[in-house]
């Protein structure tokens, strides 16, 4: 997994749980090794995780973000980034941005609702 910081000097808002009935599920999700993952300032075993398409305000934020501090976000290729704001906790996703879909983050199972 590539890591990529992006500078953020607001505190992510993103509305949660993730409905994936506007918010369809990756067709075909990378394959993660067991571990632990970021999702914002926590870190959680990858059977609490799911990867599901971020909701538009969170990935506008990501894509935005990333163009004003100079960071390809790399299309089919898992990446961490890290946001880091003054005054702010540090923010960690781990994006996936499949060819053809929108970007995917990988977030705790409890926030996903819904069917694809």
């Not at 973000?65 to 540090?90: S, Y």
Request: charged content about 20%; overall charge negative.
């Amino acid at each position: 997994m590539t890591e990529a910081a992006v500078r953020a000097d607001a505190c992510l808002d993103v509305d949660l749980p993730i409905d994936l009935a506007d918010h369809h599920a990756m067709n075909a999700a990378p394959t993660l090794p067991n571990g632990d993952y970021p999702f914002r300032d926590e870190v959680y075993p990858l059977a609490k995780l799911a990867i599901s398409e971020a909701p538009p305000e969170l990935a506008e934020f990501l894509i935005e973000q990333a163009n004003a501090n100079g960071i390809e976000l790399i299309r089919d290729a898992v990446v961490e980034l890290v946001c880091r704001g003054e005054g702010i906790p540090v923010q960690r996703f781990v994006v996936y941005w499949p060819s053809g879909s929108g970007i995917h983050v990988l977030v705790p199972k409890r926030f996903v609702v819904g069917k694809a």
